[in-house]
T-cell receptor, first 120, second 110 residues
């Protein structure tokens, strides 16, 4: 099956610093990657859609200058949380989109293991 | 307004019981996925349903896609503690951007 990795798995940083999170599709090429934020026991909140070679599309309410997304290749997307503050502490998850393996078509999401960010 | 209504939001049951999780919408989806997520990990894809009326089985899990492709259900038979987790449904409407339900947090007590 499709495998997506994320690095780091957890990070603690001081307020005001920037943190970069990497998302890689290991065994397939993903033209589209997604970045989500998740609060405890809640569903995923889509932050942005990232297409290889083009600017990311941000969801309403997500500051693009604060959450910088770069999708330089078909297997790598990065999310940089700039000037992090305690309220940015959260679980960040990326996913990569791939066509379904069956004849029915459509897309499936394969998720990374997530990154726990704690800003002190 | 949540595009995909998932219910129940929380479920706490004893080992051996059966349960059903529902995912409903007024919109038609070209495909719908079910995921299971454990704490501190990313969601894991369980199944994709595409055809209206489709039923898929994965061991003790049965997934059904409504005839009109607006709703879906997940039924677990004889739940086990290992089934504990957050279950998420996600629908795709042809734009490859998924819409997630709020999730169902399931706890199965031994």
């Amino acid at each position: 099956g499709a495998v997506v990795s994320q690095h780091p798995s957890w990070v603690i940083c001081k307020s005001g610093t920037s943190v970069k999170i990497e998302c890689r599709s290991l065994d397939f090429q993903a033209t589209t990657m997604f970045w989500y934020r998740q609060f405890p026991k809640q569903s995923l909140m889509l932050m942005a859609t990232s297409n290889e070679g083009s600017k990311a599309t941000y969801e309403q309410g997500v500051e693009k200058d604060k959450f910088l997304i770069n999708h330089a290749s078909l297997t790598l997307s990065t999310l940089t949380v700039t000037s992090a503050h305690p309220e940015d502490s959260s679980f960040y998850i990326c996913s990569a989109s791939s066509l379904t393996s069956g004849q029915e078509g459509g897309y499936e999401q394969y998720f990374g293991p997530g990154t726990r960010l704690t800003v002190t | 307004t949540q595009l995909l209504e998932q219910s129940p939001q929380f479920l706490s049951i004893q080992e051996g019981e059966n349960l059903t999780v529902y995912c409903n919408s007024s919109s038609v989806f070209s495909s719908l996925q079910w995921y299971r997520q454990e704490p501190g990990e990313g969601p894991v894809l369980l199944v994709t349903v595409v055809t209206g009326g489709e039923v898929k089985k994965l061991k003790r899990l049965t997934f059904q896609f409504g005839d009109a492709r607006k709703d879906s259900s997940l039924h677990i038979t004889a739940a086990q503690p290992g089934d504990t987790g957050l279950y998420l449904c996600a629908g795709e409407r042809g734009s490859y951007i998924p819409t997630f339900g709020r999730g169902t947090s399931l706890i199965v007590h031994p």
